[in-house]
Each structure stands twice: as structure tokens, then as C-alpha cells.
């Protein structure tokens, strides 16, 4: 690559992954990949991979940098194997991006580039990248679009992959008609944004006019080391915290409290549970708080939320279904274990998605990484109110993990037209409406605890039915036009 492509890469990179930081940008994520496409326009599909994998380690890296603090911190590996897993990773997911633009280039028929095959790709490869790495399913150029809101009601219609399609649609576009000077698709681009202002109005309309049952829930935010919240020292003072927070709050239905919040067994350990029990006194709402504990008497932990009546009796509780690799578990375990002698310790998934109720209302609970999951997040939500995700961030150094976290909630909270509430440690929470509207949003070192209205709204979406449809269209249109080329080809060999 010469110097000038390496720059125009460098800054179609720059240019799609600022929104992710900076999500009132969102607009830069419109023109990111023009300097991109310049830079392999009369590429051959080998020079074109070897370009797309340069992209994909610079959108991979300035997204997910942040797996670098909890597994050097506390994996317990050495900094050299932390380095060579992350390295390894991040290059065999930069893979996807260079796979992407060798379709792309072995596919279209001209120098000139074509928008539909360009969205098309994309779009395929996005999905298949979320089919084959369960474990990573960050970096999506949808969601540089949250702070779009007209654009972001079509996530009830396609999801994230839909909206990719948008963005990149739309960057073909803009390419064609600044860089090709091809002056008759500015028809095509106010086309678009017509589309997207008619149907995101109509539905921003519709969810600002709606006439919703409220609930009122208290939401306590925690600012915790990662290390000292869990020393057994500190149990005490971790509960009393949350506990004189928690009496700070009046009326409400129900209060939540981040992931993991309580540092003991919550099963195992009676003499803790006692001592919690005990200091609930003159609390008279439920309470929906985390643990890490084992279940009857197997000695496996799971992380786990618990529903508790004022009294400390359990009346719900939901395992962790989906869990976070090096974080809850370490993929690889015996081969890691012989490589570097350190025993891990890991947590064990839960097996069934449990729908909590209370008198008036009920839940989906998904905890931490789980929101990140659109087809996860969805099943059972049709028997829910709501979704409440409880998660610590605390682990990721207050990097841009968190914002991206809160930003997949906003897009969970469409594609199901279901209130999200978030409560964390060293996170973002708060409450998102139907609509994707931040109704409260607060960081954790900011302010600790709220009480907020929350609208109840139990809709099936296009989405609900029909699922990633965008992306198994996308991926079989590939492989037919894949197919069909190859075949081409060889009736013009054999002739």
C-alpha cells in the first residue's frame, strides 16, 4: 500500500469509529468508509483483502481496546500472552473486513462502484462475523447511529444489520456522487433520507403521543473498585452502602441494584444473608439485587439476580445465560491453565430465561454483556413489560465500553418497543423509553441513586417475527451471486 491509501485508510477507520465515543457525530459514519472505497476503487480482490484487514484492525482496535484491562488485570496471565491473545484476536476479526471487500471487488462488474453490492456485503459479512464470534458483538457501524433517532426507529424493522445496510447504502451514495461526480444520485440520497425521516417521525410521533401505565422504580448506581468490592472486609460496608441509598427512595415498585452487588454467596453463606436480611428493615419495596451463587448444594456459581420480598425471601431468579469470555470464563481453560500454571476459577451459564413478576408489571432480566445480544435479548420479551439490565463495568477501566453498552440498549429497547433500565457499577444507567429516548441517563460517578417513571409497553415488533432477516438475505444473496460467478467463469474457461 502506498503512503496515501494507508492514510485514507487510517481515516475512514477514525471517521467510523468516533460516533462511538462521541455519538452526536453521529453523521461522520455517513461519509467514514468514502476514503476507504477511494482507496480500493481498481483494486484487484487480493489487494482489496489486504486493505479491508487493515480497516478491520483499526475499527477493532479504537472499539474494543478496552479487552486489554481485564485480562492483563485480573486474568492472572502474563502481559506477553495477554498481548498475543488480543493481537491473535483482533487480527482474525479484522479477517471478516478484508473477506468483505474481496466479495465485494470479485463480485461487482466495473470499476465503478456499485451501492446495493457494496451494502449487501457489508452487511453479510457483519452478520456472519456475529454468527461465527458469539463472543464479539461490538463494532457494527449501526451503532454509531443511536443518537439518530429517526433513523434508529427502523431497528423495529430490521435490527442493527438493517441499519448498517442504511449507513453504508448511504456512503455509497455520497462516494458516487462527490468522488464520481455522478450528479443524479443526489436523487437517491434525499430519496433515502425521506424514507427515514417519514418513518422515524411517524414513529417518534406515535411513542411521544402514546398514553402509557407507569411504574415507578428506584435505581442505585455504584462507583466500586473492582478489586476492593470484592474483599471479604468490605462486605459489610458494601451492603450498608446500598442499603442507606436504597432508603433514600420512597413509593416506587421495586428497586434495583447493579450486578454482583452483593460480594457474597447469597445461597451458601447464612451468616452474611443474615446480617443483609437484617439491615432491610424499614424497606418495604422489592428488591432485585445480583450474587455469584451456587444452587442448592452444587458447589458450580452462577451469576445470578435475585428477586427479594422486603423480607428477604426469594420470590425469582435468573442465571446468567450468556457469558463473558476472559471475564466470567476462560476460553481454552486447560490449554491456558498448562501455558501459564494459573488455575481460573470460572462461572458456570445458567440453563432457563425466567420472566420476573411483580403485582403490576413484569420483566425481561438480562445481566451486563447479555444486553449485547439482539436475538438473546428478544426471547420471552413478549411476556414482559420491560427489560432490566444490571451489569459492572468496573473491570474496563472506564473506557468507551461503557457508552457502548449503553448505547445497545438503546437499539434493544426499538427493535422490542420495550422501556430499558439499566443499574450499574462504573456504568451507565438509567431508563430508556420505547422509543429509544434517554428518559434518565446518569454515569455512576456522577450520581448514585434515582427514582424514575417508567412506561410500561407490551407491543410485538416486525423485528420480534421476523428476526435478523436483513442479514440471512444479505449472506444467501452473497453465496448465490458467489456461485453464479464462479460458475460463469467456468463455462467461459470451458469454452
Not at 449485547?372 to 439490565?389: C, S, T
Amino acid at each position: 500500500m502506498i503512503i496515501l491509501e494507508v492514510v485514507l485508510i487510517i481515516l475512514a477507520g477514525i471517521l467510523i469509529t468516533i460516533p462511538v465515543r462521541f455519538s452526536a457525530l453521529f453523521f461522520l459514519a455517513w461519509f467514514g468508509l468514502i476514503p476507504f472505497i477511494y482507496a480500493i476503487s481498481g483494486d484487484k480482490p487480493s489487494q482489496g483483502f489486504k486493505k479491508g484487514v487493515f480497516l478491520g484492525i483499526i475499527i477493532v482496535l479504537m472499539t474494543s481496546y478496552w479487552l486489554y484491562y481485564p485480562l492483563r488485570y485480573y486474568s492472572g496471565l502474563s502481559l506477553m500472552f495477554c498481548l498475543i491473545i488480543l493481537l491473535s484476536f483482533y487480527l482474525l476479526l479484522a479477517v471478516f473486513y478484508g473477506l468483505w471487500v474481496w466479495f465485494y471487488l470479485y463480485i461487482k462488474r466495473n470499476r465503478s462502484i456499485n451501492p446495493l453490492w457494496l451494502a449487501l456485503t457489508w452487511t453479510a459479512f457483519e452478520y456472519i462475523r456475529f454468527r461465527v464470534f458469539r463472543p464479539f458483538p461490538f463494532a457494527f457501524i449501526a451503532y454509531t447511529q443511536a443518537s439518530f433517532k429517526q433513523l434508529l426507529q427502523f431497528a423495529d424493522l430490521g435490527g442493527v444489520f438493517l441499519i448498517s445496510f442504511i449507513v453504508i447504502l448511504i456512503n455509497a451514495f455520497f462516494y458516487k456522487f462527490f468522488i464520481e461526480r455522478k450528479k443524479g444520485n443526489a436523487l437517491f440520497i434525499i430519496i433515502i433520507f425521506i424514507i427515514i425521516f417519514s418513518y422515524g417521525g411517524i414513529k417518534l410521533s406515535n411513542y411521544k403521543n402514546q398514553d402509557y401505565n407507569y411504574i415507578n422504580l428506584g435505581i442505585v448506581q455504584t462507583n466500586l473498585d473492582p478489586v476492593e468490592k470484592w474483599k471479604t472486609a468490605n462486605i459489610e460496608s458494601n451492603i450498608n452502602y446500598l442499603v442507606e441509598e436504597s432508603r433514600k427512595i420512597n413509593d416506587i415498585n421495586l428497586i434495583i441494584w447493579p450486578e454482583s452487588s452483593l460480594t457474597f454467596d447469597f445461597i451458601r453463606n447464612e451468616y452474611y444473608r443474615e446480617r443483609f436480611v437484617g439491615s432491610l428493615k424499614g424497606i418495604s419495596f422489592p428488591l432485585l439485587t445480583g450474587s455469584l451463587s451456587i444452587i442448592d448444594d452444587d458447589f458450580k456459581k452462577y451469576n445470578s439476580v435475585f428477586l427479594l420480598a422486603a423480607d428477604g425471601k426469594i420470590m425469582g431468579r435468573y442465571n446468567k445465560i450468556k457469558l463473558l469470555p476472559f471475564g466470567e470464563y476462560i476460553p481454552f481453560k486447560k490449554l491456558v491453565e498448562k501455558i501459564t500454571g494459573y488455575t481460573n476459577y470460572p462461572i458456570y451459564p445458567g440453563g432457563d430465561i425466567n420472566i420476573m413478576n411483580l403485582p403490576s408489571f413484569s420483566w425481561r432480566t438480562v445481566i451486563c454483556s447479555e444486553i449485547l445480544y439482539p436475538d438473546f435479548v428478544m426471547k420471552g420479551v413478549e411476556e414482559a413489560d420491560l427489560i432490566i439490565n444490571q451489569s459492572n463495568e468496573a473491570w474496563f477501566q472506564g473506557s468507551n465500553l461503557s457508552r457502548q453498552m449503553w448505547t445497545t440498549a438503546v437499539f434493544r429497547a426499538v427493535e422490542n418497543r420495550r422501556a430499558v433500565v439499566r443499574s450499574g457499577n462504573k456504568s451507565f444507567g438509567g431508563v430508556i423509553s420505547p422509543a429509544g429516548i434517554n428518559i434518565k441517563k446518569i454515569y455512576s460517578g456522577d450520581m448514585s441513586t434515582v427514582k424514575a417513571a417508567v412506561p410500561l409497553n407490551r407491543e410485538t415488533t416486525f423485528y420480534q417475527l421476523y428476526g435478523d432477516f436483513i442479514g440471512y438475505i444479505s449472506t444467501l444473496i452473497l453465496l448465490i451471486l458467489f456461485l453464479l460467478k464462479i460458475f460463469l467463469k467456468y463455462l467461459k474457461y470451458k469454452q
